[in-house]
Structure formats: structure tokens, C-alpha cells
């Protein structure tokens, strides 16, 4: 059998493993799910040992749909929920409390007082990010701070912190390796944006001890291998590691400066390429790592929507409107339109490029003829919509006019939101062959490091589009679409 590589994607609802060969053909893909945890409104947090039970699972039952062993595997590369924060014990690689999840809103107070003491110029020219309870520094400094003794121990070395990258490769080492890669160091508001180091400031400010944190490192090299991980033989490489956005702009093959994706998960995010250098946002975006591979560094700009899919999901599970997500397609079809409906889907606050934590869901527009199948369009538009404010933005800053983006995640596979993507960005759609996009730039990044793929330009020939849409809307329904979503923002 050819040389395997395992992408391990670990993500907000659930873990996926894809086992893909040197042809680049996917062998394997298990996804395993895991549990939710809403300690309050607002808080949104996972068990760590929940989603290492999910990866090991996922990594057995991968191995059994390809019919491989542990020792046909190259390489391993992990992406990850990206601000996702866990503190764990060095010496047992146990949590010592459950992770704060991307999500969670617990220290938006905290941010709003960082905010008002007049830091958020400085945070943002220093780490490229805005004050915002979405990233991982301040999540960390309320473990310190809440839980007991936690801040002493940190001090003395005997904890460690990390995103879920840095936990699942401490893991899968066997605790050999407290290592990071720069593009999920860039999302925790402690990384210098320009020195790809910690910054001291920002240590300070946010009363880090450089103690606790994992060593920064590129994104495509061998941090560890395995040992005395359950199915699998000691000694494979772990040798790939982004955050999923990133990931996912490497597995779209967006190489080249101006190149831009767009991933429809849990949330929306949408990702450009900005080339070597970062470029300020003046328009509410951040400025991110892209990837650091062979000591080429590449930055981009990136505007975040919290929900996208979980609308669908909340439609689902919480009103009961559908069955399963892949209903909302034919349900939003049955209506020619949203009947003047408009859903803000600001369920965890509104990111990019508004920046609202407080703000909350609105549905606007209802009357006494609006159906079940006007809220289903009126939430696919909604995902859309966000998106126009996110890519209008980042147009300005890049200043540069996109002519194409690329799409990946689940709910890229719905044609109807795809299509009015297309129409109220107006810009063509391209959406790949092989749509694990994510799993795909893990799985790059560590067979690169490895030797199963020589060059970018090698993946870049194999990027394949399964399918086009093209803008069709009228510029007058296309505005008549945007007054209405820019004025129920106003109200949220």
C-alpha cells in the first residue's frame, strides 16, 4: 500500500480523521461527534477528554474503512478549532478543567475594560487582532484567575496551555512535545503579528506566565512522534499543524496573494491571502498567520462570522423546523423567496467587521404569511449576507477587487446558498472536488515536511473545481437584498 497521510481535523462539534495517499486520493474519512457544554448563557465549553476520546475513535475507525494498519502511515497532520483553550497537567496530560470553546462570551467584560483603559490600538498593531472574548488570551487568563491555585502552578511549571493543536499533539507524543504552530499562536492575542515570538506586553497585560506557554513553532515540521497512542505503532511523525481557517486556504490551494476561501463550518470565515507581509485592517478585520512552511511566511486578512452553519443546527435541534440540516435546501426552495424576512444569525454576538459580543439573533420581517420555509431561505440569505459585510471590508483594506472565491465546508454543498453567494457578492463561486478542505491542508502541511509531496506548486496542480456558480441577480434585487439586511442590523 502507498504511504498514508492522516489529517486529524478536529473541530467545534465533532472530529474528523481523512486518511489521504500520495495521489492524493481520500482513502478514508470518519467523523465522530462529541458533547456540548452550556454551563450559562454565554459559556459554551468542551471536556478535553471527550475530544481525545473522539480523535482516538475517529483514528481506529479510519484505519478499518481504508483496510490499513498504524504502520502504513507517513505522516500525521492535525487542524483544529482555532481559539479554543485548555490547561492541562504536564506531568498526567490531564485537564484541570474543562476547555473555554471559541465561542464562549465569559470575558467579553474583561475586553470591554481593556477597552476602555485604551489598549485596543496597541493590541492590535502588536498581536493584528481586536479585543474580543473570541480569542484565546483572555480565556486563558480566566482559568488562572478562577480556578485555584491554577495561576501558583502555572508559575512553577507544572501546567501547560495551549489551543487544541498544542493539547492533541502533547497527546499524541506521549507529552514529548508542548509545541504550537504560528498560525494558531496568532490567535491567542499573546503572539507578536511581526516577530512570531510571545509577546512580552501582551504577557504582561494579560498576566500570561511564559511558564505555561507551548514553544512556537512553523507549520509544516516534525514537532514529535507518536507514543503510546491507542491503535497506533510508536514513532509517526506528527509533522503538520494549522488552524482549520488556515488549513483550509492551504488546502484550497490559495498560495498566491489575493486568493481568497470562504469555510461555511459552525461559523463563516473568510480568509485572504495577504503575501509576506501583514496588512492593517481599518475596517474591523484581523490580520492573521497564514502559515509559516520551509521559513516563508505568509499573512492574511480574515473576518469571522460566530454562526453560520449552528443557524442551520438551531433550526434543527431548537425550533424543530427540520429533520436534518440537509432538509433546509428543499424547504428554503419551496418559496421563490424570503417574503421580506430577514434573520440576523448574531446567535453568539456579531464579529467581523461589527464586533458586537453583546449583540444577539434578530428575525425581522414576519407577518402572518410567513411559513416555516420563509425563516429557512430567510436564514440561508442571512449566512450570505453576513458574509457580504465581512468580503465588502476586506476588499477595502486588501485593496484589491476579488474575481473569484473558493468554498469549502458542510454547508457549501447547499447549491441555493451557494448560488445567492454568488449573486449578492458578485463574484463567481468555485467549489472543489474534494471539500475537506481542511483535513486536505493539514494533510499537506505534514506531507510536506515529510517528503510525500516536494512542492506547493505539486498540490497546487491538483486542485480540482467541482463547481461554478455565477452571479445572475439584478443590481436592483441585489440592493433591494443588502438595504434590508443593513437596516435589521441596525436594530440587533
Known amino acids: 500500500m502507498k504511504t498514508l497521510v492522516m489529517a486529524i481535523d478536529q473541530g467545534t462539534t465533532g472530529t474528523t480523521v481523512v486518511l489521504l495517499d500520495q495521489a492524493l486520493e481520500v482513502r478514508a474519512k470518519v467523523n465522530r461527534e462529541f458533547p456540548q457544554i452550556y454551563p450559562q448563557p454565554g459559556w459554551v465549553e468542551h471536556d478535553p477528554e471527550q475530544i481525545w476520546k473522539s480523535v482516538e475513535e475517529a483514528i481506529a475507525q479510519a484505519l478499518t474503512q481504508a483496510g490499513a494498519q498504524g504502520r502504513d502511515l507517513g505522516a500525521i497532520g492535525i487542524t483544529n478549532q482555532r481559539e479554543t483553550t485548555v490547561l492541562w497537567e504536564r506531568k498526567s496530560g490531564r485537564p484541570v478543567a474543562n476547555a473555554i470553546v471559541w465561542q464562549d462570551r465569559r470575558t467579553a467584560d474583561r475586553c470591554a475594560e481593556l477597552k476602555r483603559a485604551g489598549r485596543e490600538d496597541d493590541v492590535r498593531a502588536r498581536t493584528g487582532l481586536v479585543l474580543d472574548p473570541y480569542f484565546s488570551g483572555t480565556k486563558l487568563e480566566w482559568l488562572l484567575a478562577n480556578l485555584p491555585g491554577a495561576r501558583e502552578r502555572a508559575v512553577r511549571g507544572e501546567l501547560a496551555f495551549g489551543t487544541i493543536d498544542c493539547f492533541l499533539t502533547f497527546r499524541l507524543t506521549g507529552g514529548a512535545a508542548h509545541v504550537t504552530d504560528v498560525s494558531n499562536a496568532s490567535r491567542t492575542l499573546l503572539l507578536g503579528l511581526r516577530s512570531l515570538e510571545w509577546d512580552p506586553e501582551m504577557l504582561t497585560l494579560l498576566h500570561a506566565p511564559r511558564e505555561v506557554l507551548p514553544q512556537v513553532r512553523s507549520s509544516s515540521e516534525v514537532y514529535g512522534t507518536t507514543r503510546g497512542v491507542a491503535g497506533l505503532p510508536d514513532g509517526i511523525p506528527v509533522a503538520g499543524m494549522a488552524g482549520d481557517q488556515q488549513a483550509a486556504l492551504f488546502g484550497q490551494a490559495c498560495f498566491a496573494p489575493g486568493e481568497a476561501k470562504c469555510t461555511y463550518g459552525t461559523g463563516a470565515f ?207 434585487e441585489v440592493r433591494a437584498h443588502l438595504d434590508r439586511w443593513a437596516a435589521a442590523v441596525e436594530k440587533v
Not at 273 to 296: F, Y
Not at 380 to 386: D, K, P, R, S, V
Not at 396 to 404: N, S, T, V
Open 270 to 476: 473568510l480568509l485572504m491571502n495577504t503575501g509576506s507581509q501583514p496588512v492593517a485592517s481599518a475596517r474591523g478585520l484581523v490580520s492573521t498567520v497564514a502559515w509559516k512552511v520551509g521559513g516563508e511566511v505568509h499573512y492574511a486578512l480574515e473576518g469571522s462570522a460566530f454562526i453560520a452553519g449552528a443557524m442551520v443546527q438551531w433550526l434543527r435541534d431548537g425550533l424543530g423546523i427540520i429533520k436534518s440540516a440537509a432538509d433546509i435546501e428543499a424547504l428554503a426552495r419551496s418559496v421563490p423567496d424570503a417574503g421580506g424576512v430577514v434573520a440576523i444569525p448574531a446567535l453568539a454576538g456579531l464579529g467581523a467587521p461589527h464586533w458586537r459580543p453583546e449583540a444577539r439573533g434578530l428575525i425581522t420581517g414576519l407577518t402572518r404569511g410567513t411559513t416555516r420555509a420563509h425563516l429557512a431561505r430567510a436564514v440561508l440569505e442571512g449566512i450570505a449576507l453576513q458574509n457580504y459585510d465581512i468580503l465588502a471590508a476586506m476588499q477595502e483594506d486588501a485593496g484589491r477587487q476579488l474575481r473569484r472565491l473558493k468554498v469549502d465546508g458542510g454547508a457549501a454543498q447547499n447549491d441555493l446558498l451557494m448560488q445567492f453567494q454568488a449573486d449578492i457578492l458578485g463574484v463567481d463561486i468555485l467549489r472543489p472536488a474534494t471539500i475537506e478542505t481542511t483535513a486536505l491542508g493539514a494533510a499537506f502541511l505534514a506531507g510536506l515536511a515529510t517528503g510525500v509531496w516536494k512542492s506547493t506548486s505539486e498540490i497546487e496542480k491538483s486542485w480540482r473545481e467541482e463547481k461554478r456558480f455565477r452571479p445572475a441577480m439584478s443590481l436592483e
